[in-house]
């Protein structure tokens, strides 16, 4: 599973929901710190349907390219917490 992780976050965005503009970019060991410290995030696997089903990042929810646009319903409401994005990548 941490290869996996490794490999799932080659491109992740952090968003601090406190403020919209603020975005960020986090590593897989960054992201894990922050796991491990129980910090208040929500992440979010942005691959498809059945990339997800094929191994994701444990607490992930899954909301794949086509559903982006819908993501505000799909997301917390409350807005101390971070969310991190994280997807295949391009290449």
């Known amino acids: 599973m941490k290869r996996?992780?490794?490999t799932l976050v080659l491109?992740?965005?952090v968003v601090s929901y406190a403020g919209a503009a603020d975005?960020?970019?986090?590593?897989?060991?960054?992201?894990?710190?922050?796991?491990?410290?129980?910090?208040?995030l929500t992440v979010v696997d942005a691959r498809t349907e059945k990339e997800f089903g094929e191994g994701h990042i444990p607490t992930a929810i899954n909301i794949p390219p086509?559903?982006?646009?819908?993501?505000?319903?799909?997301?917390?409401?409350?807005?101390k917490g971070l969310i991190v994005f994280y997807c295949r990548g391009t290449g």
Do not use: R, V
Not at 23 to 40: I, P, T
Not at 69 to 74: I, K, M, N, Y
């Open 4 to 6: 996996l992780s490794l």
């Open 11 to 13: 491109f992740s965005l």
């Open 23 to 40: 975005f960020a970019s986090m590593n897989a060991e960054e992201l894990k710190k922050a796991m491990d410290a129980k910090k208040q």
């Open 66 to 79: 086509e559903k982006l646009g819908a993501s505000s319903t799909l997301l917390p409401k409350d807005k």
